[in-house]
């Protein structure tokens, strides 16, 4: 974009959100050019709309430019999702931050895009509720960002994802309407389910303004255990006959031994340094039930394997047991400086072979693998340990995370179970779909997105990219596992 | 091409009068029937219609074709019933994968072998397909605990009038990459493509199940009970309230007029405490428990009531819970009625010469967050009512999908919403 195209537009920007809310000074919009991924790409501008008319009078003005336009919430999407490959215009929901509505007798709650996520539970919590989508960056996500990518979260395992909890969207269209989809009321019989298609599009089809979610009522207690196994395949094996016992764990996560090992250094979180992998397990509901629970799990756990199993006796063990998962992500940082964050999905089964497979990788590469994960759905995040300064590296480590979601659809699962397709995976969507289905996502893009302004360069393979390319700058190196988010709270 | 030589095109075979028969639509019958062996069959079949083009109504079991307007056109019939079988089905993995003319009842019969369910029950299943199930957006009494048939989707394979079968979603429990398009075809009544291969994730059966019965003395108490067992802890996985013919219909014969029916089921001890919990909400709200035993066939009854078969018309309200009492409040005297308090929905029979007046006191006691349909009617009546009610906010989307995906409009033409 020419200087004079962009002061134009910048000008009918300002007469929308004011002039302090829209801005393209080079330093200051340098910041936009960043999410949790390891792509960046400069804005050409930066809006942050107060109102939902506001991001609609935003959007109109873009279309009629033919500006493209992407949404930006906490920018902690790991696939580059909020990265603006084509440049454009980087619309970010900073002001939009408030909780419309707590409507406990409707089981709803009204939110505002920029509202982060724990904040909307801590508002819950003293009406007895919750919303249960949990993604281990709750701490900073929003869920403007979590319908954009339909997020998920250690908690989701048992009641469901984004999608299930959102009942409506506001959304301003590429055409700068603004429409309400679905809304209060739980089911709907008015035509498609424009809010179900929409969660988990990733900006593509249009910028979600308001949203209103399910709440749920607290579950009365929660019990976590610890089983530790000799060795992920037997840990895995684990995961599988638990679920066919006829328990419903609220969270299954696995960690395995390099991640212990790291979680130890970081932390003293008192997992056992010679196990081959922990599993924490919780269920919740009421106190008699959940006793017993508790203790047909732990014979599960003995049954298949565990060598040890730790019960926590009350909340601050719990919170203990829990500190070392939440804190493996950083820890990360003791055995090396960079990390990749990879979020393939096998059939539960597939977790013996797969964790396998990602081990031969390991050792025929020389690049240590660490594996922290949702275990119960099968959702691997495998982290593939590096470092950026050392040349040839972080391709390396780009091919290795290639051949990891390719062995991860080879199985019959997908490459990516919440983080999202975005920038990163647009390729390796191939692994799981063909031309054919890749057309009909495309036609109904188009449906959304006549003129490809919404987020171009997402999702989709093959897409010319135009404006700066997204590669990274010769003196940025890709984040560090230390400064991705603080400390304890991160949790993958 | 002149018109011989384009229905010569046609896929399927020209069929007798009463081969028709079992195929009419409303007041409209097919003069051709397709009965494709697979999903590339189906999108080979819908390609030779598309090039016609020429009018395709999709039946699965036939369980759900009283719902929605007459068909503007109707030449062939579409059938999925030689695509019945389970394709796949790993118990460990709670995963399975289906041809969309399998018939529920044989699909919860295959799970529980293995101790397994889908728990979604939609009118009929011993007819009823799961292609059908996800076209009608077809649920039973627990959509309040178990959520609808979009929770439970995870992966599809559609065949669309260009000829070509694609996919969306997969096997896994977990997977957001792509567009969602099993929300697209859910609840899209086969206007959009033909479904015709579902993955489903399914759960473990519950440990145990109990009915409790009890009497309330007005239908707002009774809601009113419903919707506060919802919003606690423990929830009920059905809570019904029926009227006093209602209940008849489900094989109860009782002396008071409004009945509050609650299943549960879970682990033991759960279900135990909940039934604890409701009967001393019950209590509170002034009713009286009137016991835990049904006829066998009571749930059944219950869940097939608002798709009966026959020239009944039924009317059906979906409201924000609060919005529940406004509906009650509208409603004539002597009302057959069952509703869902916890998922905010009202099921009436209506009788025909009253259908238009009931159907518009209600859309204006639903307001703007609720909406009122017609679940079904004869022919006849429809013609009178305006079945889908306005088209919604989001409707010229709607038209667009629609015309992307279906540009010669083949597809159950006019039977949707806004006569899509
Ligand atoms: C340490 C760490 C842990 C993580 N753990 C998890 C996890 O457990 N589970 C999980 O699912 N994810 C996880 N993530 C990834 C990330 O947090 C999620 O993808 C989250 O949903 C992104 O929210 P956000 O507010 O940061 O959105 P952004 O990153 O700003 O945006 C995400 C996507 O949504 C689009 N978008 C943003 N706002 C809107 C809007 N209003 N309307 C339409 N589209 C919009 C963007 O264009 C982009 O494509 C983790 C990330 C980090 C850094």
Same mark, same amino acid.
């Given at each position: 974009?020419?200087?004079?195209?962009?002061?134009?537009?910048?000008?009918?920007?300002?007469?929308?959100?004011?002039?302090?809310?829209?801005?393209?000074?080079?330093?200051?919009?340098?910041?936009?050019?960043?999410?949790?991924?390891?792509?960046?790409?400069?804005?050409?501008?930066?809006?942050?709309?107060?109102?939902?008319?506001?991001?609609?009078?935003?959007?109109?003005?873009?279309?009629?430019?033919?500006?493209?336009?992407?949404?930006?919430?906490?920018?902690?999407?790991?696939?580059?999702?909020?990265?603006?490959?084509?440049?454009?215009?980087?619309?970010?929901?900073?002001?939009?931050?408030?909780?419309?509505?707590?409507?406990?007798?409707?089981?709803?709650?009204?939110?505002?895009?920029?509202?982060?996520?724990?904040?909307?539970?801590?508002?819950?919590?003293?009406?007895?509720?919750?919303?249960?989508?949990?993604?281990?960056?709750?701490?900073?996500?929003?869920?403007?960002?979590?319908?954009?990518?339909?997020?998920?979260?250690?908690?989701?395992?048992?009641?469901?994802?984004?999608?299930?909890?959102?009942?409506?969207?506001?959304?301003?269209?590429?055409?700068?309407?603004?429409?309400?989809?679905?809304?209060?009321?739980?089911?709907?019989?008015?035509?498609?389910?424009?809010?179900?298609?929409?969660?988990?599009?990733?900006?593509?089809?249009?910028?979600?303004?308001?949203?209103?979610?399910?709440?749920?009522?607290?579950?009365?207690?929660?019990?976590?255990?610890?089983?530790?196994?000799?060795?992920?395949?037997?840990?895995?094996?684990?995961?599988?006959?638990?679920?066919?016992?006829?328990?419903?764990?609220?969270?299954?996560?696995?960690?395995?031994?390099?991640?212990?090992?790291?979680?130890?250094?970081?932390?003293?979180?008192?997992?056992?340094?010679?196990?081959?992998?922990?599993?924490?397990?919780?269920?919740?509901?009421?106190?008699?039930?959940?006793?017993?629970?508790?203790?047909?799990?732990?014979?599960?756990?003995?049954?298949?394997?565990?060598?040890?199993?730790?019960?926590?006796?009350?909340?601050?063990?719990?919170?203990?047991?829990?500190?070392?998962?939440?804190?493996?992500?950083?820890?990360?940082?003791?055995?090396?400086?960079?990390?990749?964050?990879?979020?393939?999905?096998?059939?539960?089964?597939?977790?013996?072979?797969?964790?396998?497979?990602?081990?031969?990788?390991?050792?025929?590469?020389?690049?240590?693998?660490?594996?922290?994960?949702?275990?119960?759905?099968?959702?691997?995040?495998?982290?593939?340990?590096?470092?950026?300064?050392?040349?040839?590296?972080?391709?390396?480590?780009?091919?290795?995370?290639?051949?990891?979601?390719?062995?991860?659809?080879?199985?019959?699962?997908?490459?990516?179970?919440?983080?999202?397709?975005?920038?990163?995976?647009?390729?390796?969507?191939?692994?799981?779909?063909?031309?054919?289905?890749?057309?009909?996502?495309?036609?109904?893009?188009?449906?959304?997105?006549?003129?490809?302004?919404?987020?171009?360069?997402?999702?989709?393979?093959?897409?010319?990219?135009?404006?700066?390319?997204?590669?990274?700058?010769?003196?940025?190196?890709?984040?560090?596992?230390?400064?991705?988010?603080?400390?304890?709270?991160?949790?993958? | 091409?002149?018109?011989?030589?384009?229905?010569?095109?046609?896929?399927?075979?020209?069929?007798?009068?009463?081969?028709?028969?079992?195929?009419?639509?409303?007041?409209?019958?097919?003069?051709?029937?397709?009965?494709?062996?697979?999903?590339?069959?189906?999108?080979?079949?819908?390609?030779?219609?598309?090039?016609?083009?020429?009018?395709?109504?999709?039946?699965?079991?036939?369980?759900?074709?009283?719902?929605?307007?007459?068909?503007?056109?109707?030449?062939?019939?579409?059938?999925?019933?030689?695509?019945?079988?389970?394709?796949?089905?790993?118990?460990?993995?709670?995963?399975?994968?289906?041809?969309?003319?399998?018939?529920?009842?044989?699909?919860?019969?295959?799970?529980?072998?293995?101790?397994?369910?889908?728990?979604?029950?939609?009118?009929?299943?011993?007819? %009823?397909?799961?292609?059908?199930?996800?076209?009608?957006? @077809?649920?039973? +009494?627990? *959509? &309040?605990?178990? #959520?609808? /048939?979009?929770?439970?989707?995870?992966?599809?394979?559609?065949?669309?009038?260009?000829?070509?079968?694609?996919?969306?979603?997969?096997?896994?429990?977990?997977?957001?990459?792509?567009?969602?398009?099993?929300?697209?075809?859910?609840?899209?009544?086969?206007?959009?493509?033909?479904?015709?291969?579902?993955?489903?994730?399914?759960?473990?059966?519950?440990?145990?199940?109990?009915?409790?019965?009890?009497?309330?003395?007005?239908?707002?108490?009774?809601?009113?009970?419903?919707?506060?067992?919802?919003?606690?802890?423990?929830?009920?996985?059905?809570?019904?309230?029926?009227?006093?013919?209602?209940?008849?219909?489900?094989?109860?014969?009782?002396?008071?007029?409004?009945?509050?029916?609650?299943?549960?089921?879970?682990? %033991?001890?759960?279900?135990?405490?909940?039934?604890?919990? @409701?009967?001393? +909400?019950? *209590? &509170?709200?002034? #009713?009286? /428990?009137?016991?835990?035993?049904?006829?066998?066939?009571?749930?059944?009854?219950?869940?097939?009531?608002?798709?009966?078969?026959?020239?009944?018309?039924?009317?059906?309200?979906?409201?924000?819970?609060?919005?529940?009492?406004?509906?009650?409040?509208?409603?004539?005297?002597?009302?057959?009625?069952?509703?869902?308090?916890?998922?905010?929905?009202?099921?009436?029979?209506?009788?025909?010469?009253?259908?238009?007046?009931?159907?518009?006191?209600?859309?204006?006691?639903?307001?703007?967050?609720?909406?009122?349909?017609?679940?079904?009617?004869?022919?006849?009546?429809?013609?009178?009512?305006?079945?889908?009610?306005?088209?919604?906010?989001?409707?010229?989307?709607?038209?667009?999908?629609?015309?992307?995906?279906?540009?010669?409009?083949?597809?159950?033409?006019?039977?949707?919403?806004?006569?899509?």
């Amino acid at each position: 974009m020419d200087a004079a195209t962009r002061e134009r537009l910048l000008g009918r920007l300002r007469a929308v959100v004011g002039d302090r809310y829209a801005f393209a000074d080079p330093y200051e919009v340098r910041l936009y050019q960043y999410d949790a991924s390891p792509e960046t790409a400069l804005p050409d501008v930066v809006v942050i709309p107060g109102t939902a008319a506001e991001v609609a009078q935003v959007v109109k003005i873009c279309a009629d430019a033919e500006v493209p336009i992407t949404a930006r919430s906490a920018a902690s999407s790991l696939a580059g999702g909020t990265v603006p490959v084509q440049r454009g215009v980087v619309i970010t929901f900073a002001r939009m931050d408030r909780i419309l509505e707590i409507d406990a007798d409707n089981l709803r709650a009204v939110v505002e895009p920029g509202v982060v996520n724990l904040s909307l539970s801590q508002a819950l919590r003293p009406h007895g509720y919750y919303y249960v989508p949990d993604p281990s960056s709750q701490g900073a996500c929003t869920i403007g960002g979590n319908v954009g990518t339909n997020a998920g979260g250690p908690h989701t395992l048992l009641y469901g994802v984004t999608v299930n909890h959102v009942t409506g969207l506001e959304l301003a269209l590429a055409s700068g309407e603004l429409v309400q989809v679905g809304g209060r009321k739980a089911g709907s019989a008015s035509g498609y389910d424009l809010t179900g298609l929409f969660v988990g599009s990733e900006g593509t089809m249009g910028i979600a303004t308001k949203i209103w979610v399910k709440i749920q009522p607290l579950p009365p207690v929660q019990k976590t255990l610890m089983a530790v196994y000799p060795d992920v395949e037997t840990a895995s094996n684990a995961v599988s006959a638990i679920v066919r016992s006829g328990i419903l764990p609220a969270a299954i996560e696995m960690m395995d031994k390099l991640s212990i090992q790291a979680i130890e250094a970081a932390s003293h979180a008192g997992y056992p340094l010679d196990a081959g992998a922990v599993l924490l397990l919780e269920v919740d509901g009421i106190p008699e039930l959940v006793e017993e629970l508790g203790e047909r799990m732990a014979k599960v756990c003995r049954e298949s394997g565990a060598s040890e199993v730790r019960v926590a006796k009350d909340e601050a063990e719990r919170q203990a047991l829990w500190k070392g998962r939440k804190g493996a992500f950083s820890a990360m940082g003791r055995l090396s400086p960079d990390f990749y964050v990879m979020d393939g999905v096998v059939p539960r089964t597939k977790l013996p072979e797969t964790l396998a497979k990602i081990d031969a990788i390991s050792a025929r590469t020389g690049y240590k693998i660490c594996n922290v994960f949702h275990a119960g759905d099968g959702n691997l995040h495998p982290l593939v340990l590096f470092d950026a300064f050392k040349p040839g590296q972080y391709e390396a480590v780009l091919r290795i995370g290639d051949e990891i979601l390719k062995l991860c659809a080879d199985a019959g699962g997908s490459v990516t179970g919440e983080h999202g397709i975005g920038l990163e995976k647009r390729e390796n969507i191939r692994y799981i779909f063909s031309d054919d289905d890749l057309e009909v996502m495309d036609r109904i893009r188009h449906v959304f997105d006549p003129h490809g302004l919404m987020n171009p360069g997402k999702v989709f393979p093959g897409e010319v990219v135009e404006g700066s390319a997204p590669s990274r700058a010769p003196d940025h190196a890709p984040r560090r596992a230390a400064n991705v988010a603080g400390g304890d709270e991160i949790w993958v | 091409m002149g018109l011989n030589a384009r229905v010569a095109a046609l896929p399927g075979h020209e069929i007798t009068v009463e081969e028709q028969q079992p195929f009419r639509v409303d007041d409209l019958l097919p003069s051709r029937v397709v009965r494709p062996a697979d999903a590339q069959d189906a999108a080979r079949g819908l390609r030779l219609c598309d090039l016609a083009p020429t009018a395709v109504v999709i039946w699965g079991g036939g369980t759900q074709m009283r719902l929605g307007a007459a068909p503007r056109r109707y030449e062939v019939a579409l059938s999925t019933e030689r695509m019945s079988r389970l394709l796949e089905y790993e118990p460990a993995d709670l995963t399975c994968r289906v041809e969309a003319g399998m018939r529920l009842r044989d699909l919860q019969e295959a799970l529980l072998a293995q101790g397994q369910r889908l728990p979604l029950e939609p009118p009929h299943p011993d007819r %009823a397909t799961v292609g059908g199930m996800l076209a009608a957006n @077809a649920n039973g +009494l627990g *959509r &309040a605990r178990y #959520g609808t /048939v979009r929770d439970w989707v995870i992966g599809i394979a559609v065949a669309y009038p260009s000829g070509k079968l694609a996919r969306a979603g997969g096997k896994v429990v977990k997977n957001v990459a792509g567009y969602d398009l099993m929300k697209l075809h859910i609840g899209a009544l086969g206007t959009l493509g033909v479904i015709a291969e579902v993955n489903f994730k399914v759960q473990t059966r519950p440990q145990v199940e109990a009915t409790l019965i009890a009497h309330l003395d007005t239908p707002a108490a009774a809601v009113d009970t419903g919707t506060a067992l919802a919003r606690q802890y423990l929830a009920p996985a059905a809570a019904v309230v029926l009227d006093q013919s209602a209940l008849k219909d489900c094989g109860m014969t009782a002396d008071w007029r409004w009945t509050l029916a609650l299943k549960f089921e879970g682990y %033991a001890r759960e279900v135990e405490a909940a039934r604890d919990k @409701a009967t001393s +909400l019950i *209590r &509170a709200a002034g #009713g009286r /428990v009137e016991g835990d035993d049904v006829p066998s066939r009571f749930w059944h009854a219950a869940r097939d009531w608002s798709a009966p078969d026959g020239d009944l018309v039924v009317v059906r309200a979906i409201v924000p819970l609060t919005a529940i009492h406004a509906i009650f409040g509208v409603l004539p005297e002597d009302s057959q009625v069952m509703a869902q308090p916890a998922a905010g929905l009202v099921d009436v029979r209506v009788p025909a010469a009253f259908a238009a007046s009931i159907l518009r006191r209600l859309r204006t006691a639903g307001g703007d967050q609720g909406q009122v349909i017609v679940a079904a009617a004869p022919a006849a009546v429809k013609k009178e009512l305006d079945v889908w009610g306005p088209p919604p906010p989001g409707f010229p989307i709607m038209r667009a999908l629609k015309q992307a995906l279906d540009p010669n409009g083949i597809l159950n033409p006019g039977r949707f919403v806004g006569g899509i």
